[in-house]
T-cell receptor, first 108, second 118 residues
């Protein structure tokens, strides 16, 4: 069993739809990160959170420490949101344990 | 530039060749990480430096992999006698210690080096 799991693996949505990507983890964490990876490999950090909820523009990330679960929501999705979204658990060392990623395609 | 840079962006090697991948972290960032990302999968941790000290190399898949950061800034990941299974994107990330703790630091990723071993 992977230490960090994501669902769904692939997601296709129509422009404007509300999108949810889920992450569950089995390791103890100091923080959880949501990353966005565009074709070509570049990774951008979207959120780093250890409790509660964070919002940035159309993106919202929540985490439930007791349930070891986090969600990334995208409101009013747009084709430019198409990317791979990766959940990464920052354990009590200095490295990440990455989820397998969720490939999102938003169609116009 | 202000971000993490990596070179080369693409590398094709014949099986058995040695390769060296370079990472220039954000200036002043103490921590530097190397990750390996196979096609269609999430990145996997390889090794971590704090300044010039390699504090964790538990993710290096074999003794053919070697990383160094001799002056605490630029880092090089070397792969000796490359094999086809080494084909992947190699990502570098850097971070700076936060106030009072290094446990909650955002990592800034480079664009990666795509290695193809024929």
């Amino acid at each position: 069993k992977n230490e960090v799991e994501q669902s769904p693996q692939n997601l296709t949505a129509q422009e404007g739809e509300f999108i949810t990507i889920n992450c569950s983890y089995s390791v103890g964490i100091s923080a959880l990160h949501w990353l966005q990876q565009h074709p070509g490999g570049g990774i951008v950090s979207l959120f780093m959170l250890s409790s509660g909820k964070k919002k940035h523009g159309r993106l919202i990330a929540t985490i439930n420490i007791q349930e070891k679960h986090s969600s990334l929501h995208i409101t009013a999705s747009h084709p430019r949101d198409s990317a791979v979204y990766i959940c990464a658990a920052h354990n009590y060392g200095q490295n990440f344990v990455f989820g397998p990623g969720t490939r999102l395609s938003v169609l116009p | 530039g202000a971000g993490v840079s990596q070179s080369p962006r693409y590398k094709v090697a014949k099986r058995g060749q040695d390769v060296a991948l370079r990472c220039d972290p954000i200036s002043g960032h103490v921590s530097l990480f190397w990750y390996q990302q196979a096609l269609g999968q999430g990145p996997e941790f390889l090794t971590y430096f704090q300044n010039e000290a390699q504090l964790d190399k538990s993710g290096l898949p074999s003794d053919r992999f070697f990383a160094e950061r001799p002056e605490g800034s630029v880092s090089t990941l070397k792969i000796q006698r490359t094999q086809q299974e080494d084909s992947a994107v190699y990502l570098c990330a850097s971070s700076s210690p936060g106030q009072g703790s290094t446990l909650y630091n955002e990592q800034f990723f480079g664009p990666g080096t795509r290695l193809t071993v024929l």
